[in-house]
């Protein structure tokens, strides 16, 4: 049986670009793998809330589906890393009453910051 996950994976245009966009939104991202050209899979790998993000080299999603990944927040965290996006010029949104805002990279993958129940009750649904 699984006991975690391991990485996640995503397939981008530019690894390099996608890795700073979430290093300049998440704080607390870290690019451990650089990108190298001589590599038979050229990828960026970038630690984020304890996971591997593994940015492969490729063709993204043609549009955004709903597929997303959600990333539990605090509020403080929410609302800075929305002024990191406006500074960015990307854009976002908020929903279920600001609980949870959702933006996107260059390649259509969604990500979602949930506050959810700050009392530690766990993520609204």
Not at 74 to 97: H, I, M, T, Y
Request: proline share 4%; charged share 20%.
């Amino acid at each position: 049986m699984p006991q975690s996950l391991s990485h996640i994976a995503l397939v981008v245009t530019n690894p390099t670009r996608s890795a700073r966009l979430l290093t300049d939104v998440f704080a607390d991202a870290r690019i451990t793998r650089e990108e190298d050209a001589a590599d038979a899979h050229p990828e960026v790998i970038v630690q984020l809330a304890g996971l591997e993000f593994v940015l492969v080299r490729g063709q993204g999603p043609a549009s955004r589906n709903g597929d997303h990944i959600a990333f539990q927040v605090s509020k403080a965290e929410q609302l800075a890393c929305a002024e990191r996006l406006q500074a960015l010029a990307l854009d976002f949104q908020l929903a279920r009453g600001d609980t949870a805002l959702y933006f996107s990279d260059y390649d259509n993958h969604v990500f979602e910051l949930d506050v959810g129940d700050e009392g530690g009750a766990g993520p609204v649904a």
